[in-house]
């Protein structure tokens, strides 16, 4: 992971957990929300798995950002799509992906989501199947119309072999 993405992403774990200790008028999250969210995951997965990267990039926000391992980040929709399009992700088939969250917590239209993946997958015209381990953060915002969408996408992989 380069040094400039580590620094970047403690930054974020820090202002999350500043965030998660703050008590201030905002409500905490309620039950249904914490089943939405949790939605919005277990969509991602399902389109993940399906191959779907429409159905997975309508999950995030026109706004958002993704910050992915030894990359530049990717502002905005427009730029994940080129992202995922240049590392050639419609060729990219999951074999198995197992992706349980690990924490929701949050506070008004701001939640956030630990998890961890592990996943076995091939690409398109290539014999190997790659496996590999990562821990991930996602923030997510409460939308007009209540629904929530990722804000923020941030992954790094449990050792160098795995990117």
């Given at each position: 992971?380069?040094?400039?993405?580590?620094?970047?992403?403690?930054?974020?774990?820090?202002?999350?957990?500043?965030?998660?200790?703050?008590?201030?008028?905002?409500?905490?999250?309620?039950?249904?929300?914490?089943?939405?969210?949790?939605?919005?995951?277990?969509?991602?997965?399902?389109?993940?798995?399906a191959g779907d990267w429409?159905?997975?990039?309508?999950?995030?926000?026109?706004?958002?950002?993704?910050?992915?391992?030894?990359?530049?980040?990717?502002?905005?929709?427009?730029?994940?799509?080129?992202?995922?399009?240049?590392?050639?992700?419609?060729?990219?088939?999951?074999?198995?992906?197992?992706?349980?969250?690990?924490?929701?917590?949050?506070?008004?239209?701001?939640?956030?989501?630990?998890?961890?993946?592990?996943?076995?997958?091939?690409?398109?015209?290539?014999?190997?199947?790659?496996?590999?381990?990562?821990?991930?953060?996602?923030?997510?915002?409460?939308?007009?119309?209540?629904?929530?969408?990722?804000?923020?996408?941030?992954?790094?992989?449990?050792?160098?072999?795995?990117?």
């Amino acid at each position: 992971m380069s040094m400039r993405l580590g620094q970047l992403t403690r930054c974020v774990v820090g202002f999350l957990v500043l965030l998660s200790g703050c008590t201030s008028e905002a409500a905490d999250l309620s039950e249904a929300d914490v089943a939405a969210i949790r939605a919005v995951h277990e969509a991602f997965e399902a389109a993940a798995m399906a191959g779907d990267w429409d159905a997975a990039l309508a999950l995030y926000t026109e706004d958002a950002v993704q910050l992915a391992p030894e990359e530049p980040p990717a502002l905005g929709r427009a730029a994940i799509v080129e992202r995922w399009e240049r590392i050639g992700i419609r060729g990219l088939t999951f074999l198995e992906r197992d992706h349980p969250i690990q924490k929701v917590d949050g506070s008004g239209d701001v939640a956030y989501v630990w998890g961890t993946i592990t996943q076995r997958a091939t690409w398109e015209g290539q014999d190997n199947v790659i496996e590999n381990g990562a821990e991930m953060l996602q923030l997510l915002r409460r939308q007009p119309d209540g629904s929530w969408l990722v804000a923020l996408d941030i992954w790094h992989y449990h050792s160098e072999e795995d990117l």
